[in-house]
């Protein structure tokens, strides 16, 4: 499972240190941020199954910053209407 969250992480030292701090909390997490995203991404994948967002919200905030997970969105381009509409019987 892959859980991503915006950060207001900017600076490489402190996101090198959270990444350390949240694997040796998390042994079955993997971290990386990426700093050049607008909005400071941190990405956790689990080997095991489920991120908890909530301690990882939780484990920055110790730190002094702020992390919230990013909702999925589909790109605008999937959300294109049909060519065609389906309507009820012909004639209607």
């Known amino acids: 499972m892959i859980e991503v969250f915006k950060t207001n992480v900017s600076d490489l030292r402190h996101a ?3 990444v350390e701090q949240i694997h040796k909390t998390f ?3 993997k971290a990386n941020f990426d700093l050049e995203d607008c909005d400071r991404i941190l990405r956790i994948k689990s080997s095991s199954g489920q991120v ?3 301690l990882l ?3 920055l905030r110790d730190y002094g910053f ?3 997970v990013l ?3 589909l ?3 999937h959300l294109r209407p049909f060519p ?3 309507s009820g019987p012909p004639g209607r």
């Open 16 to 18: 090198h240190m959270l």
């Open 84 to 86: 065609f509409q389906v």
């Open 66 to 68: 702020h992390a919230e």
């Open 71 to 73: 909702a999925d969105e």
């Open 57 to 59: 919200v939780n484990l």
């Open 52 to 54: 908890q967002p909530a």
């Open 27 to 29: 042994g079955d997490y």
């Open 75 to 77: 790109p605008s381009r």
